[in-house]
């Protein structure tokens, strides 16, 4: 069974940095693309970060230089370095694989930022 485990969130003050990880488990083919999406209360989700598995990354304009998407394919892990936080990042974080049967997310781990 193919499954997303997240953690790394939690509380940080604004200018603050979180780091989240994403660990992939429950298939033997390669994963192809992760990432994170974001979903903040009364908002759609939306793509933060992606990375391929040569190691290729995208991000969205709004977290352009303050965060940073990488992977480790031995161990099937994806992260997302966040720095310099604002309470606009606020959010539930949710991280997917591309898996050989598709695409499946992770449960979601809660960051907000707050003084």
């Known amino acids: 069974q193919v499954q997303l485990v997240e953690s790394g969130g939690g509380l940080v003050q604004p200018g603050g940095s979180l780091k989240l990880s994403c660990a992939a488990s429950?298939?033997?083919?390669?994963?192809?693309?992760m990432g994170w999406y974001r979903q903040a209360p009364g908002k759609q989700r939306e793509l933060v970060a992606a990375?391929?598995?040569?190691?290729?990354?995208n991000y969205v304009d709004f977290v352009k230089g303050r965060f940073a998407i990488s992977r480790d394919n031995a161990n099937n892990t994806v992260y997302l370095q966040m720095n310099s936080l604002k309470p606009e990042d606020t959010a539930v974080y949710y991280c997917?694989?591309?898996?050989?049967?598709?695409?499946?997310y992770g449960q979601g781990t809660q960051v907000t930022v707050s003084s």
């Open positions: 990375i391929s598995s040569g190691g290729t990354a």
């Open positions: 429950g298939s033997s083919f390669r994963i192809g693309n």
């Open positions: 997917y694989a591309n898996f050989f049967s598709g695409r499946n």
